[in-house]
């Protein structure tokens, strides 16, 4: 049997061929393995970063602990009055700067000035609420000071689901209590584009119908106005308790809050069935305790029962009785009884 011979030409060319293919299987694994040992490092570089961020983290929120810890004990279970956290979260801000724990102390600054104010209006000893002048320049300076760190947070870390929201509804609030109706307005608008999705937008939605309410209480003179700002609350608050319906919520909800406002901005009869004049109703008086008496048909005619039984006054000329004259702390003698023998004596 012949076997077909392979010429010289087409041994080179299958020659080349086989070389040709195991250079480039050489560079490919001489690639992959390249690509390899690149992927090693930076894995560990990554590794080694991440390390380094956790480590900066760790010692940032140890500094947050350390600066609070000895203060908190030495100030008991009351825990550090506000004039006394805000130097602390000062001296914090500076320290944290540029880590993720800089906006958490932040909020906590900006709360705290806020209580400040809340607490401004107060009478230190009995809590209540005071209405002088200096109160309200104090409550002033404090919001405007919470305003001014809530405003840094919100410009900052506008988009971050842990402290966007927070830092825009403080903020609003902030302008709500100096009255600045349009400015809280304006804020609770960004929010709620920025969060249509989070937890708290029902929230905003609800504080953004309270300002436009505000607002147009304020400005009742200019009835286009007023009306327009009623009617954007009343589209907001629907929207923010739409999802309740007509289920019983807590009192102390603010969705409990918003339906009554709702109600009102609808004019409907349940609000004013409550509160007819602006006011709560009075507690109902407790009914007196029965008290036997024989009424004289004058008393029986009259609309409020007598109590106190009716006493016959004497004449003018009428001879006193001795147990008139008698003191009253004189216990009133009694006669004592005669034996049967000395009668008969």
Not at 7 to 30: C, D, F, N, P
Not at 179 to 204: N, S
């Amino acid at each position: 049997m012949a076997v077909t011979g392979i010429s010289h030409k087409e041994a080179v060319e299958r020659q080349q061929r086989m070389e040709a293919w195991s250079g480039i299987i050489g560079w490919t694994l001489y690639g992959l393995l390249g690509v390899l040992v690149i992927a090693v490092i930076l894995v560990l570089v990554e590794g080694r970063r991440t390390e380094n961020r956790t480590e900066e983290l760790r010692a940032a929120w140890d500094q947050y602990y350390l600066a609070f810890k000895d203060k908190e004990k030495e100030a008991g279970p009351k825990g550090l009055a506000n004039a006394e956290r805000i130097p602390i979260l000062e001296e914090l801000w500076e320290k944290v700067k540029g880590t993720p724990v800089q906006p958490f102390v932040a909020l906590e600054l900006a709360q705290a000035h806020y209580q400040e104010a809340v607490d401004a209006g107060k009478d230190p000893d009995t809590g209540h609420r005071v209405r002088v002048e200096e109160s309200f320049k104090k409550q002033a300076a404090a919001l405007k000071k919470a305003l001014d760190v809530f405003n840094v947070v919100r410009t900052h870390w506008p988009n971050s689901p842990a402290y966007g929201p927070l830092a825009f509804e403080g903020a609003a609030l902030c302008n709500e209590e100096l009255k600045d109706h349009t400015a809280a307005i304006g804020i609770l608008e960004e929010a709620i584009k920025k969060h249509a999705k989070h937890f708290l937008a029902d929230k905003l939605r609800y504080d953004l119908a309270r300002n436009y309410w505000l607002r147009a209480l304020k400005t009742e003179a200019d009835g286009k106005n007023a009306a327009d700002d009623r009617e954007k609350a009343l589209d907001h608050i629907s929207r923010a308790v739409s999802d309740v319906g007509d289920k019983d919520v807590s009192p102390y909800s603010w969705r409990f809050q918003a339906r009554y406002l709702r109600s009102l901005l609808e004019k409907k009869d349940e609000a004013l069935k409550v509160f007819p004049d602006g006011k709560p109703p009075a507690p109902a008086a407790k009914p007196a305790a029965a008290v036997p008496s024989s009424p004289t048909p004058s008393d029986a005619a009259s609309t409020t029962p007598n109590p106190t039984p009716s006493v016959e006054k004497p004449a003018d000329n009428a001879t006193p009785t001795p147990t008139e004259t008698k003191p009253v702390s004189e216990p009133e003698a009694k006669p004592e009884a005669v034996p049967e023998a000395d009668k008969k004596h």
